[in-house]
């Protein structure tokens, strides 16, 4: 899908990413990251491999998936006694930010696990050109830190030298990883609207969306996963100029999670059902959901709403709520 973007909206995305990469190497200790040089020349930022991360490195790194046109802040919600942090991310160029740059896929058919976002999609997809200023700044989603290799593969599918790239590698295991994950409801609705609805991503104009950010642990099989607190929990508005022809009701419900044929099932079960591999869940494309989505008409001002949140199910999957 051709989506219209402004020529200058990728200066930004060439200042603002290379601003809140020169944040993350500043300011790693303070943020719990590892910054060091590989021996291909390439910067990796360690998130949460070896590194204990914090939240506030996962904001940062919200933004930077969106290359930079986002603005994600932390709040607490309480979900019947578990007290949780809370990501609300405004998403800017919402349609070209979250589908061009935030959405991942595996860089390598060997490496499916390896999943890159960020601004190098404009480079993998060849969005710009050899004349560009966008830096080749690539967010991995992975539980290992890469080695030359995977760099090398990166540099050769993106035509930039291993040199110029900057790697940020975090774990959907460890506090940045869940927190930006929870920062991808917006993104869920756009891919949504693209992937399975196929709905026009140029009348899309703003999306507001919040989520409860996953505790984080390896050990326990049925643990809960960041994608399970998007599907119950996640609060999306989004505005849009419709066409005298769209259903918005039959939109906004399309967009909710309760529209699944899943909905009720968890994510672990899922993960289990395809192998443990993402790209293997059935009907992929149709289940990336939040729990609630408003639209506001920009052409009518009309509004309407769909779905509700399944707080119960999350407490139930947490441990059963107040042990008192």
């Known amino acids: 899908m051709k989506l219209e ?26 943020y719990g990251l590892s910054v060091r040089t590989l021996p291909c020349g390439a910067m990796l930022i360690d998130t949460g491999v070896e590194a204990p991360g914090s939240f506030a ?15 994600a802040a932390l709040g607490l ?4 006694g578990f007290v949780l942090p809370q990501v609300t991310v405004e998403s800017l160029h919402s349609a070209f930010s979250t589908y061009r740059l935030q959405a991942s896929y595996p860089v390598s058919a060997d490496a499916p696990e390896i ?19 966008i830096p080749g700044i690539a967010v991995i989603e992975s539980d290992r830190l890469p080695d030359d290799a995977m760099v090398r593969i990166i540099a050769e599918r993106s035509g930039l030298s291993p040199q110029s790239l900057t790697l940020i590698v975090a774990p959907a295991t460890s506090l940045v990883g869940a927190t930006q994950i929870a920062g991808r ?64 009701e039959s939109l906004v419900h399309q967009l909710t999670f309760a529209s699944t044929p ?20 059935p009907g992929l494309i149709d289940i990336n959901k939040p729990a609630q989505v408003t639209i506001n008409d920009l052409a009518t001002g009309r509004t309407v709403h769909a779905g509700s949140p399944g707080i119960a199910r999350l407490v139930a999957l947490l441990g059963g709520g107040n042990t008192k």
């Open 57 to 71: 490195a996962g904001l940062r790194l919200i933004e930077l998936c969106h290359g930079g046109l986002a603005s």
């Open 185 to 248: 409801v917006n993104e869920c609705v756009i891919f949504t609207l693209a992937e399975s609805i196929h709905f026009d991503l140029n009348k899309v104009g703003h999306i507001v969306g919040q989520v409860p950010i996953c505790p984080v642990g390896q050990a326990a099989q049925k643990r809960p996963y960041p994608d399970d607190f998007i599907h119950y929990a996640g609060k999306v508005m989004i505005t849009l100029t419709a066409a005298p022809e769209d259903d918005l």
């Open 115 to 133: 999943r890159v976002c960020g601004p190098i999609r404009l480079w993998l997809d060849r969005v710009v050109t050899d004349e560009s200023s």
């Open 262 to 281: 899943i909905y009720g099932t968890f994510f672990y079960e899922l993960l289990s059902q395809a192998g443990g591999v993402f790209e293997n869940i």
């Open 77 to 80: 919600v309480d979900l019947s």
């Open 5 to 30: 973007v402004d020529p200058k909206i990728l200066e930004v995305i060439a200042d603002r990413s290379t601003a809140l990469v020169h944040l993350l190497r500043d300011r790693a200790d303070e």
